[in-house]
């Protein structure tokens, strides 16, 4: 036992004394959030400047009702962000815009809005900025614009002359979803926001089983190709150093896991602080404490399914090139349930995704998807987790006989079969 | 006689290749052994059954009156032939750690390892990466780490390979001074030279199986004194086939004609007059180079 404390203390020391493990722990999950905040700021943050808008109008009937339209988004003065002039009409819409078009390059107009005579005609309405990239000002545009657009529409067509009716006709129809949560209690929630939020942790745990994997498999064909292993071998058995690099690797990924689950926890609740609504507090809705728990439990699972196979790989082996062609495969059975995981992202409760999250080597990542968008039931998740204990033990039990033959190999690396057969004896 | 490693015709077979055969011997309590035997003989691989990293398919092995086990290997220390430290660690974390995988805790680990790297010269690199040390230096560390925890027996494959003379000296004097305070040691080599000045007894291996085994200072007794150091000018090369002539070591110079015991080197000094200028004759004891030869059949041990 001491030994093995003192391989895990060396490997988790070794590793988490690297700059680039602090970078990908603290650094990284910082980026993202600023980023995210970074995001959500600019698209809340209003310009704080006033933009005259030209109009040129071929009906005659947009100028009055557009400007009371446009005039409702106000700055943080209480000034309208957008100020509409009408131009006059010189001939067509064509010839008055290209008349003002000279304002806008000495910046007197912000943008020329046209629009033509015929309302239902296609392209009827035309943007003409130097900015174009502003969507903010255009959106406020074109919701104004619907608006007004759709109303005189129906003045026209004398199905309905009063003003009420006309906006009770046109109220907005919305879909909400609510979701049934672990406790029961249905909650409003946006569908696309859940889906950022439970990707976001799949990335995370298909990279980190990969990556943690990996660091394993690369450990030990280190001490292999630096002759380190046969030191070791005279003061312990191949078991003990197996499970001590193991536990201790494991160790500093289940460190890394930790700081990103309680990030997104400490984020979730700062968020539930402020009160804020919208994309971001439904995408923290699938980083409650008890998915996050879950998260942890699978990285833990999923790495000891993983592990077992890249160690043994690592100990055939005598470099990193041959390492590469036998770690392919694994590599490839790790990207089936990343890749379905869009699919179970969309359909968390159907049959394929179901039967794959119960499979060992898809069930870290296809099942936490499940548990991250739906709450699936609770044998299903007892099921999957007795699955994958259950190949845990058998693939150890092969790996143990493969590590011990293998470390000591050197020369040509034995073949698939070879390599099974020392499994089973 | 207490032995601290015993072997029952051990045998370790690797596909149909018997690379240890049939090997018996015992070392006993206190002794300085040594395994001789030219390359591919088995030496490692017999090393390799003694730590319990490779299992023998045949015989049984008793190492410090037991059976192998993980509580033995903390009372052995053992420098294999093929070294190799972790190049990121810095030295005295790196024996540190290496203390403690022998059971020791890791105060009493670090005290023992400062203690050695000042006695050796390197306390000064205690802070350093071993990558930073030169080569000399990490045969030193290395030495270190298997010497650290005091060990009961130490097993050497090698020990020598790879060393300037100013280091060999120095590892024979630590050794023989281990030997000195209780120390088993057990080291493998191909350099009859230095397995001459420090073993006591010694186990000549080929092809997998015992050559011969005992007392060094008997082994050599029963060459007598059968040697003969010749010099001359011609081609001596049908030397090696006149009667009684068990083995020929040509040094370019000079060559050592070892006879059959009993042989009488007159007959080897009428023949070789016949047909060479001799300029020097004289009968001496082999060298275990020349038994060695002799015994293995006429491989170079240094091939």
Redesign the interface.
């Known amino acids: 036992m001491h030994k093995v404390l003192t391989v895990i203390r060396r490997e988790y020391l070794e590793r988490v004394r690297k700059k680039s493990w602090w970078i990908g722990t603290f650094v990284i999950p910082l980026l993202i959030l600023g980023l995210m905040f970074g995001m959500v700021s600019l698209f809340m943050m209003r310009t704080e400047q006033q933009r005259r808008i030209g109009l040129a109008d071929g009906s005659g009937a947009l100028f009055e009702p557009l400007q009371e339209a446009v005039a409702e988004k106000k700055l943080k003065d209480g000034r309208p962000q957008i100020l509409l002039e009408r131009l006059p009409l010189l001939g067509s819409v064509e010839a008055t815009r290209k008349a003002a078009e000279p304002r806008i390059g000495k910046k007197d107009l912000y943008a020329i809005v046209t629009a033509e005579k015929d309302l239902y005609a296609e392209n009827a309405f035309r943007f003409y900025g130097q900015n174009v990239g502003n969507i903010q000002i255009i959106a406020a545009v074109e919701r104004a614009l619907a608006e007004v657009v759709v109303r005189v529409r129906f003045e026209r067509s004398g199905l309905a002359a009063d003003r009420a009716e006309i906006e009770r006709l046109m109220a907005p129809v919305d879909l909400e979803t609510f979701q049934i949560s672990e406790t029961g209690e249905a909650r409003k929630r946006g569908f696309n926001q859940a889906i950022y939020g439970t990707f976001i942790f799949i990335v995370i745990l298909y990279m980190a089983l990969l990556l943690y994997g990996i660091a394993v498999m690369r450990g030990v064909l280190e001490e292999k190709s630096n002759r380190v292993m046969e030191v070791l071998l005279g003061s312990m058995s191949p078991r003990q150093l197996m499970v001590g690099k193991i536990l201790g690797i494991g160790l500093v990924g289940l460190t890394q896991m930790a700081v990103y689950a309680a990030t997104a926890g400490a984020l979730r609740m700062w968020v539930g602080a402020q009160n804020i609504q919208g994309d971001l507090a439904g995408m923290l809705d699938s980083v409650s404490p008890l998915k996050m728990a879950y998260f942890v439990v699978f990285f833990v699972l999923g790495y000891f399914l993983y592990v077992g196979i890249f160690a043994a790989i690592g100990a055939v082996c005598n470099s990193e090139q041959e390492a590469q062609n036998l770690q392919t495969p694994v590599t490839m059975i790790l990207v089936v349930p990343y890749a379905a995981s869009f699919f179970v992202i969309a359909n968390p409760d159907s049959m394929l995704a179901t039967v794959g999250s119960l499979i060992p080597f898809f069930t870290p990542i296809l099942m936490y998807a499940r548990i991250s968008t739906i709450s699936p039931p609770v044998w299903e998740i007892a099921l999957s987790i007795a699955l994958l204990l259950l190949s845990i033990w058998l693939v150890f039990r092969g790996v143990a006989k493969i590590f011990r033959v293998g470390v000591l190999m050197y020369g040509k690396r034995p073949t698939i079969p070879e390599i099974l057969r020392w499994a089973r004896d | 006689m207490e032995t601290a490693v015993s072997l029952r015709d051990v045998a370790k077979v690797f596909g149909s290749f018997r690379a240890v055969d049939g090997v018996s011997f015992d070392v006993p309590r206190g002794d300085i052994f040594g395994i001789l035997g030219p390359n591919g003989a088995g030496k490692t691989t017999t090393i390799?059954m003694i730590?319990?990293?490779?299992r023998p398919d045949e015989g049984e092995i008793r190492v410090l009156g037991e059976r192998l086990g993980?509580g033995l290997?903390?009372r052995?220390g053992?420098l294999?032939e093929?070294?190799?430290?972790?190049?990121?660690?810095k030295v005295a974390e790196m024996l540190e750690?290496?203390g403690?995988?022998?059971?020791m805790s890791r105060t009493e680990a670090r005290r023992a390892a400062l203690l050695w790297l000042d006695r050796l010269q390197l306390g000064e690199w205690k802070e350093r990466k071993v990558e930073e040390l030169s080569k000399g230096m990490q045969q030193k560390a290395?030495f270190v780490?298997?010497v650290l925890a005091k060990p009961d027996l130490l097993?050497l494959d090698e020990p020598f390979s790879g060393m300037d003379p100013v280091n060999q000296s120095l590892f024979k004097d630590v050794i023989l001074d281990l030997n000195r305070t209780g120390t088993t040691i057990l080291f493998s080599t191909h350099q009859m030279e230095t397995a001459e000045k420090l073993c006591r007894r010694i186990v000549l291996i080929d092809h997998g199986k015992v050559v011969r085994e005992g007392v060094l200072a008997e082994i050599k007794a029963g060459f007598g004194r059968s040697s003969v150091l010749l010099e001359f000018d011609g081609d001596g090369g049908f030397l090696r086939w006149l009667p009684h002539v068990i083995g020929v070591d040509d040094y370019g110079q000079s060559v050592e004609v070892l006879l059959e015991p009993g042989a009488d080197p007159q007959k080897l000094l009428a023949e070789a007059s016949s047909k060479l200028r001799i300029r020097r004759f004289e009968v001496v004891s082999p060298t275990l180079h020349s038994i060695f030869i002799a015994l293995v059949g006429g491989e170079s041990p240094h091939a």
Do not use: N, T
Request: glycine share 6%.
């Open positions: 390799r730590m319990d990293i490779l993980d290997k903390d052995i053992y294999p093929e070294r190799g430290l972790y190049r990121k660690m750690f290496h403690a995988i022998k059971g290395q780490a298997a097993v």
